[in-house]
């Protein structure tokens, strides 16, 4: 087993239906999400699967069109549940498969804005709860958003795997005396088959990175039935950034076996880490859910896909209400 199984504790399960509350004055409410054209979204369990595993080709059949430029979705999409069912029943890339963990999600996704913020609505079906011991011990479910621009080539290509490599934590490369999270290659002076480890790019060029718009802007929603949603958020870049005090709105619902959560921001920003949400601006989004007390890679994620406000051609066009 790894380090990360080894340490994991048991905590009771949660039961029964109830109303999860969001924060403050509900700015979702303002949305009429019944004019919202909604898109279907699979989210699949991808076990070890790296960057650095999708352009090699001994691992990867498809390498080298990745290596051209060929995008995930381009080869893949339409083959989320099966590609889950096969890595999550431990036949390839995961070593300590979970019993009972289901291979996909089926989830309803809808984005719109208003004046003044994006919204992000995720609706999809409760999963079982498993036998294994939890390894986040604090949130039964946690929803995340990612959204980057063109700038980040490699979240435009391959969405969450561009900050995904096979030294973090949980990885087939995870070193024994680090716990490396989320990372973007341009951060680090050198990226082998491992990942970048700690070669690190000196501090300014970091923050010249960020300043360009070179980062993974990520929001979250911390759940647990019968509570209020918890918000997170922060940006990825030599690591995975979490903000004290983040701009993120979290609502949510779970009633009749459905989870329901809205993430939220104001469009404009204006500052490091975060983007601005503009018409015009082709952005890129992905999507995970760690359920059943899941943490780090034992998630479910989607492959990339594109959004734009108001009009446009993309997967997401977020119409104003």
């Known amino acids: 087993m790894t380090r990360l199984m080894r340490n994991i504790a048991a905590v009771p399960l949660v039961a029964g239906l109830a109303l999860v509350g969001g924060l403050g004055a509900s700015p979702a409410r303002a949305i009429d999400w019944n004019s919202v054209q909604g898109k279907e979204v699979v989210l699949f369990y991808p076990g070890q699967a790296s960057f650095e595993w999708a352009l090699t080709q001994s691992d990867h059949s498809g390498a080298p069109k990745f290596r051209e430029g060929k995008n995930c979705e381009e080869c893949h999409r339409g083959e989320e549940a099966k590609i889950g ?17 289901r291979g996909s999600i089926k989830s309803t996704v809808k984005i719109a804005h208003d004046a003044d913020r994006l919204y992000v609505r995720i609706e999809w079906p409760d999963g079982p709860p498993l036998s294994a011991p939890h390894i ?37 490369s995870d070193p024994p005396n680090a716990d490396l999270t989320k990372y973007l290659a341009r951060s680090r002076t050198k990226i082998t088959r491992q990942g970048g480890g700690e070669n690190f790019k000196p ?18 929603a911390r759940l647990n039935k019968g509570k209020p949603a918890v918000p997170a958020g922060g940006y990825i870049l030599d690591k995975r950034h979490q903000l004290d005090n983040p701009p993120v709105a979290a609502e949510a619902s779970f009633a009749n076996g459905m989870w329901t959560v809205v993430l939220s921001r104001k469009l404009v920003m204006g500052q490091p880490g975060h983007n601005d949400l503009v018409p015009g601006q082709t952005y890129h989004i992905g999507f995970a859910i760690h359920d059943a007390y899941a943490e780090h890679r034992f998630h479910h994620v989607t492959f990339g896909y594109s959004l734009v406000l108001d009009s446009g051609s993309a997967d997401f066009v977020a119409a104003k209400q």
């Open 85 to 101: 069912d096969l890595i999550v029943s431990g036949k390839k890339l995961e070593p300590n498969p979970i019993p009972g963990k």
């Open 136 to 172: 986040d011990k604090e949130f039964e479910v946690k929803a995340t958003v990612m959204i980057g621009t063109d700038a980040v080539v490699e979240a435009k290509r391959a969405g969450c795997w561009g900050s995904c490599h096979d030294d973090a934590i949980g990885m087939a």
């Open 203 to 220: 501090a300014s060029d970091i923050q010249k990175l960020l300043n360009d718009g070179i980062f993974l802007e990520f929001w979250q």
